[in-house]
C-alpha cells in the first residue's frame, strides 16, 4: 500500500471545520480537494456544526458541543455509526488537531492497526492562555502532552522547519517532517475584480493588509501601533484588517485610542474571491509571534504582494527577508520604516512581490500533497520515499 501512485482511502481527523474559517480548516479543504484530484478517495471527520449540514460526501459529522475556551473548537460527542463502520477500511489516518476528534483518530489507529500522521498545526504552549488559570497547564506540561501524543503516532508534520525543531526539542522521536502545505496556484491567476476603491471607498496606494484571527497571540495591538507610527511617515496610508476573532471589540477600540481609527478599514470575513483581489493591491502586514507557518503569508506571496512580517517562528522559514519580503524584529518604528520603505519605493515592492510569487509557486498545495503522499508511503515502508 505505500506506491503512492495507487489509490488510497484516507481518513482526516479534526476538530475545526467549515463553516469555521482559520488556517487548519483552509489546510484540510485544499488537502481534501487536491488528494481526491489524485484519485484518493478522502474521509473527513469532525465535530457537527449548528451552521453546516450533516450532508455532505465525504464528510462524517459527530454531535458536538461548543467548546467554551475558545472560538472556533467544539468537543466532539464520540458516536456516529456510520463513521464507525468506515473506520477500519481506511488506509492511513491523519488527524490536524489535538482535541476530541484527533484522540479519535489515535485511538482507531492503535484499534484497528492504521498508520498515524498527525500535523501539528498550533504552538500550544502560547495558546494556554485561553484556559483559566485555575486549569491552566503549564508550558512543561503542554510538552509533556505533546511528546507522549506524537510519540504514539508513525509520523509528524511540523507546518515549519521552526516547529520542527520546537517539536524536537520536546523529546519526540517519531519522524518529524517540515512540510509547509502550500495554496492553490490556480485560485490566484485570475485578474483583479474586486476594486477595493469602489468596493471598500479607499483610494489611496499606501494600502496595507492584514488577514486572519483577531486574537492576543496575531499581536494586532502591535500592528496598529505600528500603524500609527507610519502614518506620521506616510499620512496617506490605510490598514485594512480582513478576519474576526474574540478581540474585535478591543481592536476597534483601541484604534480609537490611538487615533487611527478614521485610517483602519475593519473588513470582516471576505469572500474567497475578495479577499484575492484585496491581498494583489496591497502590501501585506503581518505580526504575529506564535505562527508555526502562516498560511496567510503565503496566500498573500501567491498573489504577489510584498510582506513584512516580524521575523519569528514559521515567516523565518517562508520569507527570505531582502528577497521575497522583509523580515524585521518586534519594534514599532523598524516596522513602521519597512512599510514606508515599500510605499516610497515601488520598483523594490514589485521586485519582493514577483520573488514571493515565484516561490509560492515553488511551494503550492499540487507540490505539497506530492510531498505528503510520500510521508504517507514512509508509514508503510518505514522511510520516505
Not at 501585506?284 to 519569528?312: C, N, P, Y
Request: charged content about 25%; proline content about 5%.
Amino acid at each position: 500500500m505505500g506506491d503512492r501512485s495507487k489509490s488510497m482511502r484516507i481518513g482526516l481527523f479534526t476538530d475545526t471545520y467549515v463553516p469555521e474559517v482559520n488556517g487548519v480548516v483552509t489546510v484540510i479543504k485544499t488537502m481534501t480537494r487536491e488528494l481526491r484530484k489524485k484519485g484518493h478517495e478522502v474521509f473527513v471527520f469532525c465535530p457537527s456544526h449548528p451552521d453546516r449540514d450533516d450532508f455532505w460526501p465525504g464528510v462524517y459529522s459527530f454531535p458536538s458541543l461548543k467548546f467554551a475556551f475558545y472560538e472556533g473548537m467544539r468537543v466532539a460527542i464520540p458516536y456516529n455509526s456510520s463513521a464507525f463502520r468506515l473506520i477500519p477500511s481506511v488506509d492511513i489516518i491523519h488527524s490536524h488537531t489535538p482535541g476530541s476528534m484527533g484522540l479519535m483518530g489515535l485511538w482507531a489507529s492503535k484499534l484497528y492497526h492504521i498508520p498515524h500522521v498527525h500535523t501539528y498545526h498550533t504552538l500550544l504552549v502560547d495558546y494556554r492562555r485561553y484556559l483559566p488559570r485555575v486549569i491552566r497547564p503549564n508550558r512543561g506540561m503542554v510538552k509533556s502532552i505533546s511528546r507522549l501524543l506524537c510519540n504514539r503516532c508513525d509520523a509528524i508534520i511540523a507546518p515549519s522547519n521552526q516547529m520542527k525543531t520546537e517539536l524536537e526539542s520536546y523529546g519526540i522521536t517519531r519522524p518529524v517532517y517540515a512540510l509547509p502545505f502550500g495554496v492553490d496556484e490556480e485560485e490566484f491567476s485570475h485578474e483583479i475584480r474586486w476594486n477595493v476603491t469602489t468596493e471598500l471607498n479607499i483610494n489611496t496606494k499606501d494600502l496595507l493588509l492584514y488577514v486572519g484571527r483577531f486574537g492576543p497571540e496575531k499581536n494586532l495591538d502591535f500592528l496598529l501601533r505600528s500603524f500609527r507610527q507610519l502614518l506620521t511617515l506616510r499620512p496617506g496610508a490605510r490598514l485594512i484588517v480582513a478576519g474576526d476573532g474574540p478581540q474585535r471589540e478591543f481592536l476597534k477600540k483601541y484604534a480609537l485610542t490611538l487615533g487611527i481609527a478614521p485610517f483602519v478599514t475593519f473588513a470582516g470575513c471576505l469572500q474567497r474571491r475578495e479577499l484575492v483581489d484585496l491581498y494583489k493591491q496591497s502590501l501585506f502586514v503581518f505580526a504575529s509571534k506564535t505562527e508555526t507557518q502562516g498560511l496567510v503569508l503565503e496566500e498573500a506571496m501567491m498573489a504577489g504582494a510584498a510582506v513584512v512580517a516580524i521575523g519569528i517562528m514559521g515567516p523565518r522559514d517562508i520569507i527570505t527577508s531582502g528577497k521575497t519580503g522583509i523580515l524585521v524584529g518586534e519594534d514599532e518604528n523598524e516596522f513602521a520604516r519597512a512599510c514606508a520603505r515599500l510605499l516610497q519605493d515601488g520598483d523594490e515592492r514589485r521586485r519582493l512581490g514577483t520573488a514571493a510569487r515565484e516561490w509560492a509557486r515553488s511551494q503550492s498545495s499540487q507540490v505539497s500533497t506530492g510531498r505528503l503522499l510520500d510521508i504517507y508511503s514512509s508509514c508503510f515502508s518505514g522511510s520516505p520515499s
